[in-house]
């Protein structure tokens, strides 16, 4: 099979690339200085459309707001859907629209934490735009990074996926339901994310009927 | 509802990346002007991971072998499963590794093409990386675009990505047979395409179980 692979100096110019990302990690770095002072918990959610992010942060919401103040921060290209959805369950929301962009970067939620009232915030989780590829390079400055994926995505997801999942804190397996319909073996994706990530912990869930969302709380209260 | 947008300046310069696309555009012309010289039909075929390409394309090419010789050009970040699995029914293959990068661009494909017997194919497939986003901005130099998505995608999944459906010659909505389990109308996302782009032709289908792919072949054979 050949195989072609891009060469540095080609359409993309990975010099330039490489200085971004440098400016974005400081940035990161900066916004995660801001969380620490404020005493905030931030928690990055990364995953495909359709995974379950918001399902999942709506969830997250309605059983943590009794006993922490939550903020929230959702990336799209052009919608509030998500944002909507998850200020009905009682967080305090602020939207970024990415427009074309297909994923957020830290200046971004640094504008967006200009806008969130953080003495009043004790979790923040910040969803990135449906997207498993591109986010992985751009740290937010949370915490912690949960990586959502569902079986419907079918039995190649992680394996080529290798670099997001191995920048994980947890992983969320969402839709187990589906799994037998997809034909997809939830023990080999569980084999395929250990490889890259011996230690982490997998949490599977059913987020539109809360199904394992009690798992995601406990590691949530004890990160 | 507080949104926040990227300014230009920030953290990516917009105008350096006006100035790629612009480049990519132009050799994606390039690649266009060495298909119509071999008298190859080529098409794009976008999707999100798990959206059911690399199925569909296993079945186009085992019904249309036998009167096309099948080119396809399969893009992926780092592994070879999809090339594997099409190689397998009966086309010319090349696979395209990005590394990192979140989609094709038309400097790939040129490589790829100059691997290709290129007077020896009649139809061309590029299957670009599993993401409904980044591949939208860089035309391959194809004549058709098909956009793949899945009922298990999710309510939002179209009016989530306005812009890629913008570009897209035809629709096909796969996994139709779980959209009950999943709660997701199909009604509702036919209508959501259409507003976006009216007249644009839309196939249902059950891939992995050949239904509905005879349709795309007409399309394909009429196109």
């Known amino acids: 099979m050949k195989i072609i692979k891009p060469k540095s100096g080609e359409i993309f110019d990975i010099e330039l690339e490489e200085s971004l990302l440098k400016k974005n990690r400081e940035l990161a770095e900066e916004n995660k200085k801001i969380f620490n002072q404020y005493d905030i918990k931030a928690i990055d959610i990364l995953g495909s459309i359709g995974s379950g992010k918001t399902t999942l942060m709506c969830q997250i919401v309605k059983k943590l707001k009794k006993d922490y103040r939550i903020g929230v921060i959702t990336g799209d290209l052009t919608t509030t859907i998500d944002a909507d959805l998850i200020k009905k369950n009682g967080a305090q929301v602020i939207q970024i629209n990415t427009g074309k962009e297909c994923h957020l970067d830290a200046k971004l939620v640094s504008e967006a934490i200009k806008n969130l009232p953080l003495k009043e915030i004790d979790l923040l989780f910040i969803e990135n735009v449906g997207n498993l590829i591109c986010p992985g390079e ?72 809360g199904k394992g969302v009690e798992k995601i709380i406990n590691f949530l209260k004890n990160a």
Chains 1, 2 share one sequence.
């Open 138 to 209: 751009f740290p937010l400055g949370a915490h912690y990074r949960i990586v959502v994926f569902s079986c419907t995505e079918g039995p190649y997801v992680v394996i080529k996926h290798p670099y997001i999942f191995k920048e994980a804190n947890m992983v969320v397996i969402n839709k187990i339901d589906l799994a037998k319909n997809m034909k997809v073996s939830l023990t080999k994706l569980k084999r395929d994310i250990k490889k890259i990530k011996p230690f982490i912990p997998i949490i599977e869930t059913v987020a539109r009927k």
